[in-house]
C-alpha cells in the first residue's frame, strides 16, 4: 500500500483484499474495486471506481435519496450452486446482485436503482456462445435485476473495448472511460 492510500475496513468487502481508498480530487475518496469484489458506501465523498473492465460488468446499485451506493466488479455470470459460505458473491452476477441489494436494503435503502458498464466481447469467437462471456455477464445482471425488482436506468456495454467507471455516491453519475479515448455519462 502506498502513502497516498488508506484501507476502508469500515465497508462490507465480500472475498476481502481488493479495495483500497486514495485521497482524489477536492479531499473526495476514491475507493477502488478489484475483480470479484464488491463495496457499499454511504458516504458523499466516495466515488467508487473500476479501472481494467472486459468481459466483466461493473454494476452500481444507488439510492438517489440518501446517499447509498454499492458497485461490484462481476467477473462470471452464475456461481453454479455454490453459495456464500464458499465464494465470494460479488464475483457473479446471480448472487453479486442479490448480495448488493440485501446490503443495500439492510442499510435503508428504498428506491434502489441501477446502472451497470462493461461486457464487451474482446475474444474473437462468435460462434460460441460458451465464450462470449462479456455478453452472458450482461444478460445475467439484466435477469438478476429483474428478479428483485431493480430497474436498470443507465448502461453502456458490448463492444469490443474495455472501459473503466467511476461512479460518485453523491448524485449517482457514472462515467465510463474507453480505453480509446471515449468517454460516456449515465
Known amino acids: 500500500m502506498s502513502a497516498g492510500e488508506r484501507k476502508r475496513p469500515d465497508r462490507?468487502?465480500?472475498?476481502?483484499?481488493s479495495l483500497f481508498a486514495a485521497e482524489g480530487e477536492k479531499g473526495l475518496a476514491l475507493l477502488y474495486v478489484g475483480m470479484g469484489k464488491g463495496v457499499v458506501s454511504?458516504?458523499?465523498e466516495d466515488i467508487l471506481c473500476?479501472?481494467?473492465?472486459?468481459?466483466?460488468v461493473g454494476l452500481a446499485l444507488y439510492d438517489p435519496r440518501v446517499p447509498l451506493a454499492c458497485l461490484c466488479h462481476i467477473v462470471?455470470?452464475?456461481?453454479?450452486g455454490?453459495?456464500?459460505?464458499?465464494?465470494?458473491?460479488a464475483k457473479y452476477a446471480d448472487l453479486g446482485v442479490e448480495w448488493a441489494v440485501g446490503e443495500m436494503r439492510r442499510l435503508g435503502a428504498r428506491d434502489i436503482q441501477a446502472k451497470m458498464a462493461g461486457g464487451a466481447?474482446?475474444?474473437p469467437f462468435p460462434s460460441s456462445s460458451l465464450l462470449r462471456v462479456g455478453e452472458r455477464?450482461?444478460?445475467?445482471?439484466?435477469?438478476a435485476l429483474l428478479r428483485f425488482g431493480v430497474p436498470l436506468l443507465g448502461e453502456d456495454v458490448g463492444g469490443a473495448e474495455g472501459r473503466s467507471i467511476t461512479?460518485?455516491?453523491?448524485?449517482?453519475?457514472?462515467?465510463?472511460?474507453?480505453?480509446?479515448?471515449?468517454?460516456?455519462?449515465?
Not at 462490507?12 to 483484499?17: E, L, Y
Not at 455454490?82 to 458473491?89: F, L, S, T
Not at 461512479?167 to 449515465?186: I, N
Open 167 to 186: 461512479f460518485r455516491v453523491a448524485d449517482g453519475r457514472m462515467e465510463v472511460r474507453w480505453t480509446g479515448g471515449r468517454v460516456v455519462v449515465l
Open 82 to 89: 455454490r453459495r456464500d459460505g464458499e465464494i465470494n458473491p
Open 42 to 44: 454511504s458516504s458523499r
Open 50 to 56: 473500476i479501472h481494467g473492465l472486459g468481459s466483466c
Open 137 to 143: 455477464n450482461v444478460e445475467a445482471v439484466r435477469r
Open 12 to 17: 462490507p468487502v465480500p472475498g476481502g483484499g
Open 76 to 80: 462470471l455470470p452464475e456461481a453454479n
Open 121 to 123: 466481447n474482446l475474444l
